[in-house]
C-alpha cells in the first residue's frame, strides 16, 4: 500500500499559479499510474493529470490542457501538478492517487491508493 501526502494547495486570484505536490511512501513499484484528480463541492470527482511512471506517459482532461503540467522527481518520491493561468472554476479540493499501470488514468474508482487532498481557491 502507498501512503500519499498532498501540499501546496492555497489562494490565488484568477491568473496565478500554484504548484501541488504529492509525495509517496511506502511500497512503491516502479510502474505506476499516478493522478491527480479534484472535486468541488457538489460535483463528481474528476481527473485532472495522470502520469503513468514506468514509461512517462501523461494525460489531461481537455479544461486544463495548455495550463497544468503533471511531473515527477523518482529520487524524491515526489509528484508535482503545477498549475497556470488558474480559472474561478479551478477552485477544489485537489487528490493524488496511484494505482495499478493498467488502469484508465480518468477512472477514479480504479486506484487503490488516495491522499487527503488540498484546497485550491481561485478568486476572479
Known amino acids: 500500500q502507498v501512503q500519499l501526502v498532498e501540499s501546496g494547495g492555497g489562494s490565488v486570484q484568477a491568473g496565478g499559479s500554484l504548484r501541488l505536490s504529492c509525495v509517496a511512501s511506502?511500497?512503491?513499484?516502479?510502474?505506476?499510474?499516478m493522478g491527480w484528480f479534484r472535486q468541488a463541492p457538489g460535483k463528481e470527482r474528476e481527473g485532472v493529470a495522470a502520469?503513468?511512471?514506468?514509461?512517462?506517459?501523461?494525460y489531461y482532461a481537455d479544461s486544463v490542457k495548455g495550463r497544468f503540467t503533471i511531473s515527477q522527481d523518482n529520487a524524491k518520491n515526489t509528484l508535482y501538478l503545477q498549475m497556470n493561468s488558474l480559472k474561478p472554476e479551478d477552485s477544489a479540493q485537489y487528490y493524488c492517487a496511484a494505482g495499478g499501470r493498467w488502469i484508465r488514468w480518468d477512472h477514479a474508482n480504479q486506484y487503490t491508493s488516495w491522499g487527503q487532498g488540498t484546497q485550491v481557491n481561485v478568486s476572479s
Open positions: 511506502g511500497y512503491i513499484y516502479s510502474s505506476y499510474c
Open positions: 502520469l503513468y511512471t514506468g514509461v512517462g506517459t501523461t
